[in-house]
């Protein structure tokens, strides 16, 4: 059964902490993403690794980090220096990326909330 | 930078009805446009993905056009079901990562 699985599905962070998202895939994907959603607004790219070992910062990176040391594996960690974490966030993969033909796909999601 | 444009922002339709969604970008050297589904408090499902070089694909009820050098595409669903009721946000992707649209909220009325 093929697809991108995130967890948790909700996560608690308190005042200061570092939290972490899990994301996992096993489509055999180059690409990985990682986006934040809030209410009414699309989705913003924090952060996207297009092989293992390597990543590059999207439009929002600042307050967040992210490892690619296994290619099925793209874990999020939400610092502390993130002021507002309080989001969806969604983890994406693709075959390739910039340029590419094919079509990105989703995992469930991560809703975030601080105590 | 590429920025998406969607409107509207929401709509209600009688079921059974035809309806047209639309998505607008300035940068028109995109490689891509997307069109996703988005159920409440879940994950985004790929509708359908048209390459620069067509300008239409189809499935099922649903029909995606793309006209690169106005920067539009729409999304049309026939005979509209209550299941239909969703978030539709589309995506363009270049030389750089995908970026969405807001989105279009619709909710098909019973």
Known sequence: DGGITQSPKYLFRKEGQNVTLSCEQNLNHDAMYWYRQDPGQGLRLIYYSQIVNDFQKGDIAEGYSVSREKKESFPLTVTSAQKNPTAFYLCASSMRTLGGQETQYFGPGTRLLVL | ?110
């Open chain 2, 1 to 110: 930078k590429q920025e998406v444009t969607q409107i509207p922002a929401a709509l209600s339709v009688p079921e059974g009805e035809n309806l047209v969604l639309n998505c607008s970008f300035t940068d028109s050297a995109i490689y891509n446009l997307q069109w996703f589904r988005q159920d409440p408090g879940k994950g985004l499902t790929s509708l359908l993905l048209i390459q620069s070089s067509q300008r239409e694909q189809t499935s099922g009820r649903l029909n995606a056009s793309l006209d690169k050098s106005s920067g539009r595409s729409t999304l049309y669903i026939a005979a509209s079901q209550p299941g239909d009721s969703a978030t539709y946000l589309c995506a363009g992707g270049g030389n750089t990562p995908l970026v969405f649209g807001k989105g279009t909220r619709l909710s098909v009325i019973a």
